[in-house]
C-alpha cells in the first residue's frame, strides 16, 4: 500500500510535464456505463458507453439498484473494449480517471471500486473527478480551441446552473436551481404524457408537431435572478394535464409539449443572456444532456449571433453521460496538481459545482 502510493504521487508530479498524457477513464454515475481513453485532455482514442435506456424504460425512470447490477455487469466489457479500440494496452496508460460524483451512490461506487482497483493493479496515478466538471470539458473535445474564460450553461439530469470558468480549475458559480433540475423536470413532465424513458429526447420530438398554445398557472421562475426553478413549471403542468383528463377532456401531447418546452427554455435562455450581457462575457458555453435539445440549441444560436457572443456547444454524443469528457477533465485536475486520489476514496451523491486552486 505505501510503496503504491509513493509511486502513485511521483508519477502524478511527473505528467505535469509529460509531452503526452494517456488516461483512461471511468464514468458510472447513473444508467451509462462508460469507459474512454483520452490523449492530452482533447484527443478521445476510445469511447465506450453502454446503455442501460432499454432496461429501465419498463420502469418509466432510473432505479438505482438496478443501474448498480448492470454498471458491475458491463464495466470490466467496457475497459476492454476501450483498449481494443484505441489500439493500446494497459503499459500504455499514464493515469486512471474516475467520476466519484455526484450521482447515484451505488452506481458511482461501481466505477469508484473498479478504477481504485485498476490504478493500484498497474500502480498508476488515480484521479477523481466531479461528474459536474467533466460535463464542462466535453465541450473541450468536440472543440478543439475552446479555452477559458467562458460562461457556462450547465443543464444536466442533476444539475441546473450558470458558472463563471475563470481557468480550467476556476469555475465559480453564478446561480442555480432552487428545487429540481432542468433534465430532471422534462422526465417527469414526460412521464405524465406518458412518454416513455428518457424523457427529454420525446419532449423535444413531440413538441417539434405541437403547438405554443397553452399558458401553464402556477410558473415561478425567480424574477431579477439568475437562480432556476422548475418544480412550479412541472406542477402546473401535471395540474393541466390531470385536470383535463379528469373533466374527459382530451390532452394533446404534442401541444403541451411544446408549450412546456417553449416556456423552460425561455427561462434558460432569458437568464443566460440577461448575465452576458451585465457582465459582458462574450464567451458562451453549454454543457450537460439538455444541451442536445434543438429548440434550446436553435434560441442561444440566434440570440447569440444577435448580441455577439460566441457560443459552443458540445457535440451530440458528448451531452450524455460519457467518460471521454471525464478523461478530459482528469488532464486539467492534473495539470493544476489538484484530483489525485488513493484507496480511500468513495463516491459521493452531492459535490460543490465550484472548483478553485487559487491560494
Same mark, same amino acid.
Given at each position: 500500500?505505501?510503496?503504491?502510493?509513493?509511486?502513485?504521487?511521483?508519477?502524478?508530479?511527473?505528467?505535469?510535464?509529460?509531452?503526452?498524457?494517456?488516461?483512461?477513464?471511468?464514468?458510472?454515475?447513473?444508467?451509462?456505463?462508460?469507459?474512454?481513453?483520452?490523449?492530452n485532455?482533447?484527443?478521445?482514442?476510445? &469511447?465506450?458507453v453502454?446503455?442501460?435506456?432499454?432496461?429501465?424504460?419498463?420502469?418509466?425512470?432510473?432505479?438505482?439498484e438496478?443501474?448498480?447490477?448492470?454498471?458491475?455487469?458491463?464495466?470490466? &466489457?467496457?475497459?476492454?473494449?476501450?483498449?481494443?479500440?484505441?489500439n493500446?494496452?494497459?503499459?500504455?496508460?499514464?493515469?486512471?480517471a474516475?467520476?466519484?460524483?455526484?450521482?447515484?451512490?451505488?452506481?458511482?461506487?461501481?466505477?469508484?471500486?473498479?478504477?481504485?482497483?485498476?490504478?493500484?493493479?498497474?500502480?498508476?496515478?488515480?484521479?477523481?473527478?466531479?461528474?459536474?466538471?467533466?460535463? #464542462?470539458?466535453?465541450?473541450?473535445?468536440?472543440?478543439?480551441?475552446?479555452?477559458?474564460?467562458?460562461?457556462?450553461?450547465?443543464?444536466?439530469?442533476?444539475?441546473?446552473?450558470?458558472?463563471?470558468?475563470?481557468?480550467?480549475?476556476?469555475?465559480?458559480?453564478i446561480?442555480?436551481?432552487?428545487?429540481?433540475?432542468?433534465?430532471e423536470?422534462?422526465?417527469?413532465?414526460?412521464?405524465?404524457?406518458?412518454?416513455?424513458?428518457?424523457?427529454?429526447?420525446?419532449?423535444?420530438?413531440?413538441?417539434?408537431?405541437?403547438?405554443?398554445?397553452?399558458?401553464?398557472?402556477?410558473?415561478?421562475?425567480?424574477?431579477?435572478?439568475?437562480?432556476?426553478?422548475?418544480?412550479?413549471?412541472?406542477?402546473?403542468?401535471? &395540474?393541466?394535464?390531470?385536470?383535463?383528463?379528469?373533466?374527459?377532456?382530451?390532452?394533446?401531447?404534442?401541444?403541451?409539449?411544446?408549450?412546456?418546452?417553449?416556456?423552460?427554455?425561455?427561462?434558460?435562455?432569458?437568464?443566460?443572456?440577461?448575465?452576458?450581457?451585465?457582465?459582458?462575457?462574450?464567451?458562451?458555453?453549454?454543457?450537460?444532456?439538455?444541451?442536445? &435539445?434543438?429548440?434550446?440549441?436553435?434560441?442561444?444560436?440566434?440570440?447569440?449571433?444577435?448580441?455577439?457572443?460566441?457560443?459552443?456547444?458540445?457535440?451530440?454524443?458528448?451531452?450524455?453521460?460519457?467518460?471521454?469528457?471525464?478523461?478530459?477533465m482528469?488532464?486539467?485536475?492534473?495539470?493544476?496538481g #489538484?484530483?489525485?486520489?488513493?484507496?480511500?476514496?468513495?463516491?459521493?451523491?452531492?459535490?460543490?459545482?465550484?472548483?478553485?486552486?487559487?491560494?
Amino acid at each position: 500500500m505505501a510503496d503504491y502510493l509513493e509511486i502513485a504521487k511521483e508519477k502524478f508530479s511527473s505528467l505535469r510535464s509529460k509531452k503526452d498524457v494517456v488516461i483512461l477513464a471511468v464514468e458510472s454515475s447513473c444508467d451509462e456505463t462508460a469507459v474512454a481513453i483520452v490523449k492530452n485532455g482533447r484527443e478521445v482514442l476510445a &469511447n465506450i458507453v453502454a446503455s442501460q435506456i432499454e432496461i429501465h424504460k419498463r420502469f418509466g425512470g432510473v432505479v438505482p439498484e438496478v443501474a448498480s447490477r448492470n454498471h458491475i455487469l458491463a464495466i470490466s &466489457n467496457c475497459y476492454h473494449e476501450a483498449l481494443k479500440e484505441a489500439n493500446l494496452t494497459a503499459n500504455d496508460l499514464d493515469a486512471v480517471a474516475v467520476t466519484y460524483g455526484a450521482g447515484l451512490m451505488g452506481a458511482l461506487l461501481v466505477g469508484v471500486n473498479f478504477a481504485k482497483a485498476l490504478s493500484y493493479a498497474l500502480k498508476l496515478p488515480l484521479i477523481a473527478v466531479s461528474h459536474v466538471h467533466g460535463h #464542462i470539458s466535453a465541450n473541450y473535445i468536440s472543440h478543439k480551441d475552446l479555452t477559458p474564460p467562458f460562461t457556462c450553461l450547465m443543464v444536466s439530469g442533476g444539475h441546473t446552473a450558470l458558472l463563471n470558468v475563470e481557468d480550467y480549475c476556476e469555475i465559480n458559480l453564478i446561480g442555480s436551481t432552487v428545487d429540481d433540475s432542468v433534465g430532471e423536470c422534462f422526465d417527469k413532465v414526460a412521464r405524465v404524457l406518458g412518454l416513455s424513458y428518457p424523457g427529454g429526447p420525446n419532449i423535444d420530438r413531440c413538441a417539434k408537431l405541437g403547438k405554443n398554445n397553452i399558458e401553464f398557472l402556477n410558473h415561478t421562475p425567480l424574477k431579477n435572478t439568475y437562480n432556476f426553478s422548475f418544480s412550479g413549471i412541472k406542477t402546473a403542468v401535471v &395540474n393541466f394535464v390531470h385536470n383535463r383528463l379528469q373533466r374527459g377532456a382530451e390532452v394533446d401531447v404534442n401541444d403541451v409539449a411544446c408549450s412546456f418546452q417553449e416556456l423552460v427554455t425561455d427561462d434558460l435562455v432569458e437568464k443566460t443572456m440577461r448575465f452576458l450581457l451585465e457582465s459582458g462575457s462574450k464567451k458562451l458555453v453549454v454543457a450537460g444532456g439538455v444541451g442536445a &435539445n434543438s429548440r434550446l440549441r436553435e434560441k442561444l444560436e440566434k440570440v447569440c449571433h444577435e448580441f455577439g457572443v460566441e457560443l459552443y456547444l458540445p457535440d451530440l454524443k458528448f451531452c450524455t453521460d460519457n467518460a471521454g469528457m471525464i478523461g478530459s477533465m482528469a488532464y486539467y485536475y492534473m495539470k493544476s496538481g #489538484i484530483g489525485l486520489a488513493d484507496l480511500t476514496l468513495s463516491a459521493k451523491p452531492n459535490v460543490d459545482i465550484s472548483l478553485s486552486v487559487k491560494k
